[in-house]
């Protein structure tokens, strides 16, 4: 059973950062694409940011700049650091592994909420 733990959401004020953070077992890490995804209230899931088994990286356009995915390869982890976080960028943010740039993989995490507000 594949499983992905997230931790690392909140609430902060806008302008604030947070960190999320991803582990996984080393056959998944090593192997698959690793994303962030989210999911605000009645909109769809969308990429936020996604980095493959080598390091290429792919990043939604309002993103790009503010956040930064990364792989710690001796923690099977997968980073999501975000900065200069705005109301928008509310929501529920999921890990996934097995996918690509143009769609998820069939695995995923829990959720982790983000708020961002004053």
């Known amino acids: 059973q594949v499983q992905l733990v997230e931790s690392g959401g909140g609430l902060v004020q806008p302008g604030g950062s947070l960190r999320l953070s991803c582990a996984t077992s080393?056959?998944?890490?090593?192997?698959?694409?690793m994303g962030w995804y989210r999911q605000a209230p009645a909109k769809q899931r969308e990429l936020v940011a996604s980095?493959?088994?080598?390091?290429?990286?792919k990043y939604e356009d309002s993103v790009k700049g503010r956040f930064t995915i990364s792989r710690d390869n001796a923690k099977n982890t997968v980073a999501l650091q975000m900065n200069s976080l705005k109301p928008e960028d509310t929501a529920v943010y999921y890990c996934?592994?097995?996918?690509?740039?143009?769609?998820?993989?069939?695995?995923w995490g829990q959720g982790t909420q983000v708020t961002v507000s004053s």
């Open positions: 996934n592994a097995g996918g690509s740039f143009v769609r998820p993989g069939d695995f």
């Open positions: 080393e056959t998944i890490f090593r192997f698959y694409t």
């Open positions: 980095i493959t088994s080598d390091g290429i990286i």
